[in-house]
């Protein structure tokens, strides 16, 4: 008998069979909304109220997207960047507003018939993109609906057992989130597409994923269990024997395809980028060889600082899970921008430039040192390095180091134990770019931060999609740079990382390649793909054929891409 089968989009590479949970329709609950309009209506309450909720749904959001900046990176922030964008966009919460006045109904009643004409113009349009906003739409809506006086949110039941295929009519960013991933097998999602956020948080978590079910979904939930892959878009029924036969396989059959290192290609070590201790399950998921990032801003986000113990214990967690890999810990890396309630941080007219990271630090020396105090403490749980971001200037990188040193005889006298301790700094400004050379000489290494290199280098907001098209991770100035510090590094014998985004851009492997990058640290669910990568490159190949020379005589990015899609297999 022919097994059941789903097609779907593949948009998340990866195997994955499982028991299926289903997430109930409709979640999260949204508020109880009063059919008619009471026949007294004050005007300017209701707008007040409609207001009121905006104001602090666009607070909820600014707090989580910078807490999953700093934990999970740029991509994944700018998806409630986005949701942000649509609670001051007057097409959207403008017209809300206009509603109440023009037809005097409840806000509650005016947020869901804007959303409703927004959702229904979406639906009707032939870009996938644009289809795929209808889910960001209802996720705002329906935080606004809560504010307007929801009895509560419903709680969601995730089993507290086993590991599962979630299967849901749609997935909301916030909710993919606060799943359980080290739990989660998989993700089957009626709607979206490959750019959907869905898909964008399943790729960043390594977690296989379909989407846009068109046909047979009323049958598809009604099976206990399945099997589907990522990349080809298939979901498979497994019947109860079917799945008895896979237990045993799917945790090879998974590793094998996905994440088995299988000798890392030619001494390039491939780490995590990670922003907390609960991403500890997904180093070990993708066998990660340490942690090339660890963003510690998560612990500054809240109402409180953390104090030094508490820092001690987030760092040492992973540096034992890590062992005998080094764990990476980048200091304080912070600014204006962000919402941090227990930094107090001023408002500024460009915060890019202005008083943030390591700046930031030597204002507020008491967080530094403290800080510094906890990763020297941290460090007797094993292999490793602090991290200065930010460094634009040779007695900027003086200074720290004094600082650090400092810390360290504070620790000694305190009686704590210590282990040994690289030390290094994040290129990411091209002032460090053309002083390569001479700060080679007085660190371990080099970490490339390219996300913000390439803000600073090439004048383009990464956040402003306005300017979007001039960020250009293939510019030739961009690649130039990164080449000018790979060769300042290994002039200085110092070993040279790549933490930025570029660091898993598989289109880029041949390059990294042929410039011996050292490490590339990346989303941990990027490293089977970056890992293929770069196992199908001939290095030998590369440097024969002057592939590196080649692209830094490029004089545009579509020039770079050309050569580098010759060598993609």
Not at 27 to 32: G, H, K, N, R
Not at 361 to 382: D, H, M, N, V, Y
Not at 454 to 462: C, F, T
Request: glycine share 8%; net charge negative; charged share 25%.
């Amino acid at each position: 008998m022919d097994k059941k089968r789903w097609q779907g989009i593949g948009a998340s590479s990866g195997y994955g069979a499982g028991e299926t949970w289903i997430l109930p329709a409709g979640f999260p609950v949204s508020a109880e909304t009063p059919e008619s309009t009471p026949g007294s209506l004050d005007i300017e309450s209701q707008l007040a109220r409609l207001a009121k909720a905006i104001e602090i749904t666009d607070y909820d959001l600014a707090q989580f997207e910078e807490q999953v900046r700093s934990e999970k990176g740029e991509e994944v922030a700018q998806i409630f960047a986005a949701h942000r964008l649509l609670l001051g966009d007057p097409a959207f919460t403008g017209e809300m507003l206009l509603a109440i006045q023009n037809k005097r109904c409840l806000a509650e009643q005016a947020v869901r018939q804007v959303t409703h004409e927004a959702v229904t113009m979406l639906s009707a349009l032939e870009d996938p993109y644009f289809r795929e906003r209808v889910v960001d739409i209802q996720d705002v809506s329906r935080q606004l609906l809560q504010h307007l006086g929801a009895k509560g949110k419903e709680e969601l039941r995730f089993p507290s057992a086993g590991h599962w295929v979630v299967v849901a009519e749609e997935l909301t960013p916030a909710l993919t989130i606060s799943l359980p991933k080290d739990r989660v097998i998989a993700f089957i999602v009626r709607t979206g597409g490959k750019t959907s956020h869905a898909a964008i948080l399943a790729r960043t978590y390594g977690i296989p994923a379909v989407v846009g079910i068109n046909s047979g979904w009323e049958e598809l939930i009604e099976q206990p269990s399945v099997e589907l892959d990522g990349d080809q878009g298939w979901i498979s029924a497994l019947s109860k024997a079917d799945w008895e036969a896979l237990k045993s396989k799917q945790t090879a059959r998974h590793s094998t395809e996905q994440v088995s290192p299988g000798g890392i290609p030619l001494g390039i070590t491939l780490a995590a980028n990670i922003g907390s201790p609960s991403d500890i399950s997904l180093i070990h998921r993708f066998k990660a060889q340490g942690v090339g990032l660890y963003r510690t801003e998560f612990l500054f986000m809240a109402d409180t600082l953390p104090t030094e113990e508490e820092q001690v214990e987030a760092y040492a967690e992973v540096i034992a899970a890590c062992f005998p890999s080094l764990t990476v810990i980048r200091t304080l890396d912070i600014g204006g921008d962000k919402r941090a309630p227990a930094l107090a941080l001023p408002d500024e007219k460009n915060p890019f430039l202005g008083v943030r990271a390591l700046r930031l630090c030597f204002k507020r020396p008491e967080l530094f040192e403290t800080q510094l105090r906890a990763i020297w403490r941290a460090s007797a749980a094993g292999p490793t390095a602090v991290m200065f971001p930010m460094i634009s200037s040779l007695e900027e990188l003086v200074k720290a180091k004094e600082y650090l040193e400092e810390a360290r005889k504070a620790v000694i006298r305190q009686g704590h134990a210590i282990g040994s301790l690289q030390v290094g700094m994040m290129i990411e400004v091209p002032a460090a770019v053309w002083l390569a050379g001479k700060l080679a000489r007085m660190v371990d290494f080099f970490s490339i931060g390219t996300n913000d290199l390439i803000q600073y280098a090439l004048a383009v907001d990464r956040e402003n999609s306005e300017v979007a098209d001039l960020y250009q991770v293939y510019h030739p100035a961009v690649l130039g740079m990164i080449a000018q510090v790979v060769w300042a590094a290994k002039q200085a014998d110092i070993w040279i990382g790549i933490c930025g985004e570029a660091g898993g851009d598989d289109r880029l492997a041949p390059f990294f390649m042929g410039l011996g990058i050292d490490e590339l640290s990346m989303a941990p669910g990027v490293l089977p793909k970056m890992r293929k990568a770069l196992a199908g490159v001939d290095k030998n190949q590369v440097i024969r054929e002057g592939v590196v020379d080649r692209i830094l005589d490029c004089a545009t990015a579509a020039e770079v891409v050309k050569i580098l899609e010759a060598y993609r297999k």
